[in-house]
């Protein structure tokens, strides 16, 4: 039995297992525990591959389980996540959104269209599995992308210290906004630079040099808040990237 050929998929189950854990403290409603089980989920989605190709170990059924622990953790959760969102943008008791509240009056559909969110990173998924474009960049958002600018959303609720950003999370709006705009995103064919290093030339990385020098600016002064706008950089960035070449 070759042991080695097993482990990227333990770690892949790592990340289906901390998306599951998500998955079940986002319905809870703790959203600081939600958001530390998808980080943690995202980097056994990393290191899964970078150790299929160390160990020279890369296979079908490991790119198939990848795409269902992503499902998890950058589909269901975010989805979850931004219904919650919607649940207190509309002031709504909490027990009441899934149809009758407990006096058994009708509770508002509203919040299901967070779940726009799922079924666009599963569409997302599934065209990234047949897509033989994206083995160095990628077309469209990726869903972790998606879920991390979700995630942090009800974390500036928590933690956020300007009143400007707070409206904006606790607006039904604004939440229908960016449910379309990243469900969108995650499907368009928009090329998105890849993060990845060939090489640490300064000339040939100067995009990725920028982002990763503002990112870290932003995290220094905005702390939380710096999440979706670092991922909002990355799309503008690609965007202006991608008419400079024409």
Not at 102 to 120: D, F, H, M, Q, V
Not at 154 to 178: A, C, R
Not at 217 to 241: C, G, R, T
């Amino acid at each position: 039995m070759n042991i080695k050929k097993h482990i990227p998929n333990l770690i892949t189950l790592g990340n289906l297992l901390s998306g599951t854990i998500a998955a079940i403290l986002a319905v809870k409603g703790d959203f600081y525990g939600t958001a530390v089980m998808v980080i943690l989920g995202i980097v056994f989605d990393f290191l899964d591959g970078f150790v299929a190709r160390i160990l020279k170990v890369q296979g079908e059924l490991g790119k198939q389980l990848d795409s269902l622990a992503d499902m998890v953790t950058s589909g269901v959760v975010p989805g979850i996540v931004m219904l919650q969102l919607f649940v207190n943008a509309i002031d709504i008791d909490a027990v009441g959104y899934f149809g009758l509240d407990e006096y058994g009056k009708s509770g508002s559909n509203l919040p299901y269209i967070g779940l726009i969110l799922t079924l666009a990173a599963g569409y997302r998924l599934a065209k990234f599995n047949i897509d033989e474009r994206q083995s160095d960049s990628f077309i469209g958002l990726p869903t972790p992308a998606m879920s991390l600018f979700v995630i942090s959303l009800p974390l500036i609720g928590e933690y956020g210290q300007s009143q400007f950003f707070l409206d904006l999370i606790h607006n039904k709006y604004v939440l229908m906004t960016i449910t379309i705009l990243l469900s969108f995103l995650m499907n368009a064919e928009l090329p998105l630079f890849s993060l990845k290093f060939k090489s640490f030339g300064i000339k040939e990385n100067i995009v990725k040099y920028i982002f990763l020098i503002t990112s870290i600016l932003f995290i220094v002064l905005l702390k939380v808040v710096a999440i979706p706008m670092i991922i909002l950089l990355y799309v503008i960035i690609s965007v202006f990237q991608n008419m400079a070449k024409g």
